[in-house]
């Protein structure tokens, strides 16, 4: 799970440590799978070959003011109903519980929500956060970064392939985005996952 904490990097804003995590993710990346390594390649030569004031101009582009993609996974899935309070606060409380320092973003922003899928000690957290939350979201992001050839396309595409493999043939769900539809789904403590969800793992686990 380390790799998620050196791809959490790669959406903070740049700076001149931005390039370690960058190398890192692509150190990891040809250990595990060389078609990911393979692709994320075109990711490390946009940030080798550009200036820092190029690199933070097209962050702010795409992540801060014209906000063409939200970094913050609760907007993204509630916007500004009341569910995305009750999701801040228990991730809020999960993110306190690794000692993660959020600082000035929110507890659901998305490289803090990667550094606690790297940090937690709760494997069954990690896969709904991941399954139930996290892939639905970045399938979302990714529409919108490919409409705008956004180099950050390559990153998301990776990050939904990593957690895929490591979450494969989850019993979680993935939470509906953009319907007002009530998800049937609304008595787990974090994303609303139905309790049976573990009642079926633990039976899994007996035989």
Do not use: W
């Not at 996974?73 to 509630?78: A, K, N, R």
Request: charged residues 30%.
């Amino acid at each position: 799970m380390e790799i998620y904490k050196y791809i959490a990097d790669l959406f903070r804003y740049p700076t001149a440590e931005s390039l370690k995590s960058i190398q890192r993710v692509s150190e990891i990346l040809a250990e595990k799978d060389i078609v990911l390594a393979s692709k994320f390649e075109p990711f490390v030569e946009f940030h080798s070959n550009k200036e820092i004031t190029s690199l933070e101009e097209h962050y702010i582009k795409i992540f801060d003011v014209q906000a063409i993609c939200h970094l913050d996974i609760g907007y993204i899935i509630f916007g500004d109903d009341s569910k995305r309070g009750r999701f801040l606060y228990h991730i809020k409380e999960e993110q306190e519980k690794i000692g993660n320092d959020c600082g000035s973003d929110l507890a659901d922003f998305l490289p803090n929500m990667l550094t606690l899928i790297a940090k937690t000690e709760n494997r069954d957290l990690a896969e709904e956060l991941s399954v139930s939350i996290l892939l639905p979201v970045l399938a979302k992001m990714n529409q919108k970064l490919e409409s705008e050839n956004s180099i950050f396309n390559i990153p998301i595409e990776i990050l939904i392939s990593l957690l895929e493999m490591d979450f494969n043939n989850s019993e979680y769900e993935a939470v509906k985005i953009g319907t007002k539809e009530k998800p049937n789904f609304l008595n787990h403590y974090v994303t609303g996952i139905d309790k049976s969800l573990f009642e079926r793992k633990k039976f899994k686990g007996k035989k």
